[in-house]
Protein backbone atom coordinates (compact mmCIF):
# COMPACT_ATOMS: atom_id res chain seq x y z
CA UNK A 1 0.00 0.00 0.00
CA UNK A 2 2.94 2.22 0.68
CA UNK A 3 3.81 1.91 -2.88
CA UNK A 4 1.03 3.24 -4.23
CA UNK A 5 0.26 6.08 -2.01
CA UNK A 6 3.87 6.39 -2.80
CA UNK A 7 3.60 6.36 -7.05
CA UNK A 8 0.22 9.05 -5.92
CA UNK A 9 2.46 11.55 -4.41
CA UNK A 10 4.90 11.37 -6.88
CA UNK A 11 2.78 12.10 -9.71
CA UNK A 12 1.41 14.95 -7.54
CA UNK A 13 4.50 16.42 -6.87
CA UNK A 14 5.63 15.81 -10.69
CA UNK A 15 2.15 17.80 -11.41
CA UNK A 16 3.13 20.42 -9.28
CA UNK A 17 6.46 20.98 -10.96
CA UNK A 18 4.89 21.03 -14.39
CA UNK A 19 2.57 23.81 -13.32
CA UNK A 20 5.38 25.53 -11.62
CA UNK A 21 7.48 25.34 -14.86
CA UNK A 22 4.85 26.85 -16.91
CA UNK A 23 4.39 29.33 -14.45
CA UNK A 24 8.11 30.18 -14.60
CA UNK A 25 8.00 30.16 -18.55
CA UNK A 26 5.01 32.38 -18.76
CA UNK A 27 6.96 34.99 -16.21
CA UNK A 28 9.86 35.11 -18.38
CA UNK A 29 7.98 35.46 -21.81
CA UNK A 30 5.74 37.84 -20.27
CA UNK A 31 9.07 39.78 -18.81
CA UNK A 32 10.65 39.31 -21.86
CA UNK A 33 7.71 40.81 -23.96
CA UNK A 34 7.92 43.69 -21.87
CA UNK A 35 11.38 44.55 -22.18
CA UNK A 36 10.47 44.30 -25.99
CA UNK A 37 7.33 46.56 -26.05
CA UNK A 38 9.24 49.58 -25.10
CA UNK A 39 12.00 48.56 -27.10
CA UNK A 40 10.04 48.66 -30.43
CA UNK A 41 8.44 51.51 -29.06
CA UNK A 42 11.66 53.78 -29.51
CA UNK A 43 12.58 52.14 -32.54
CA UNK A 44 8.86 53.37 -33.97
CA UNK A 45 9.16 56.65 -32.18
CA UNK A 46 13.25 57.21 -34.14
CA UNK A 47 11.78 55.99 -37.41
CA UNK A 48 8.90 58.35 -36.90
CA UNK A 49 11.50 61.40 -36.26
CA UNK A 50 13.64 60.45 -39.26
CA UNK A 51 10.91 60.19 -41.44
CA UNK A 52 9.19 63.76 -40.19
CA UNK A 53 12.96 65.29 -40.48
CA UNK A 54 12.83 63.47 -44.63
CA UNK A 55 9.43 64.73 -45.09
CA UNK A 56 10.51 68.54 -43.75
CA UNK A 57 13.51 68.46 -45.96
CA UNK A 58 11.43 67.23 -49.26
CA UNK A 59 8.92 70.00 -48.05
CA UNK A 60 11.67 72.70 -47.96
CA UNK A 61 13.44 71.39 -51.26
CA UNK A 62 9.54 71.03 -53.18
CA UNK A 63 8.88 74.84 -52.24
CA UNK A 64 12.39 75.55 -52.97
CA UNK A 65 11.99 74.09 -56.64
CA UNK A 66 8.18 75.55 -56.66
CA UNK A 67 9.80 79.07 -56.04
CA UNK A 68 12.34 78.71 -58.80
CA UNK A 69 9.45 77.59 -61.43
CA UNK A 70 7.15 80.57 -60.23
CA UNK A 71 10.58 83.08 -60.96
CA UNK A 72 10.90 81.72 -64.16
CA UNK A 73 7.69 81.56 -65.29
CA UNK A 74 7.65 85.48 -64.31
CA UNK A 75 10.75 86.18 -65.98
CA UNK A 76 9.11 84.56 -69.05
CA UNK A 77 6.65 86.75 -68.63
CA UNK A 78 8.15 90.29 -68.15
CA UNK A 79 10.32 89.54 -71.00
CA UNK A 80 7.33 88.32 -73.17
CA UNK A 81 5.52 92.03 -72.39
CA UNK A 82 9.01 93.74 -72.51
CA UNK A 83 8.71 92.20 -76.14
CA UNK A 84 5.12 93.17 -76.97
CA UNK A 85 6.04 96.60 -75.71
CA UNK A 86 8.58 97.18 -77.55
CA UNK A 87 7.07 95.76 -80.80
CA UNK A 88 4.06 98.44 -80.19
CA UNK A 89 6.92 100.80 -79.64
CA UNK A 90 8.20 100.35 -83.20
CA UNK A 91 5.42 100.73 -84.94
CA UNK A 92 4.29 104.16 -83.22
CA UNK A 93 8.54 105.22 -83.86
CA UNK A 94 9.34 105.46 -80.76
CA UNK A 95 11.48 103.10 -78.79
CA UNK A 96 13.08 102.82 -74.93
CA UNK A 97 15.69 104.49 -73.78
CA UNK A 98 18.67 102.11 -73.42
CA UNK A 99 21.86 103.90 -71.74
CA UNK A 100 25.15 102.75 -73.29
CA UNK A 101 28.05 102.01 -71.95
Same mark, same amino acid.
Given at each position: MSVGKTTKVEESFQRVLGFKKMVDRWQNSHTHCMWQTPLGQRRNLYAALRMQD?? +?? +? /?? /?ANKQLLMARRAALHQLLEQEHQQYQQELNLTGRAFYVERL
Open positions: TR +EQ +E /LA /L
